[in-house]
Nanobody
């Protein structure tokens, strides 16, 4: 059972990044998937979550800027992040939260 995230990096404010997460070892299409983030000294928080049929929910802080999507044929969940802000700097984690499966995290750093 594994979630492998990729796509983090360093970007200037206003820029974009795309995070991808590939799942293996479980029936991906049967689970809600999500992206969470945790900054130093802060608790882990929900960024976005996507249902089995693709219905998304977003935290208020990223609504209108981030888009979550899934491809059940490729066992992949993606987070497109636009108009990035310095406060988006964090480690981002891919998760199947109701299965308590977590990826290793990928660092996103947004410079001002």
């Amino acid at each position: 059972v594994q979630l492998q995230a990729s796509g983090g990096g360093l970007v200037q404010a206003g820029g974009s990044l795309r995070l991808s997460c590939v799942a293996s070892g479980f029936i991906f299409q049967n689970y809600i998937m999500g992206w969470y983030r945790q900054a130093p000294g802060s608790e882990r928080e929900l960024v976005a979550r996507i249902g089995l049929r693709g219905s998304p929910i977003y935290s208020d802080s990223v609504k209108g800027r981030f888009t979550i999507s899934r491809d059940n044929a490729k066992n992949t969940v993606t987070l497109q992040m636009n108009s990035l802000k310095p406060e988006d700097t964090s480690i981002y984690y891919c998760s199947a939260p109701y299965r308590n499966i977590w990826g290793q995290g990928t660092q996103v750093t947004v410079s001002s």
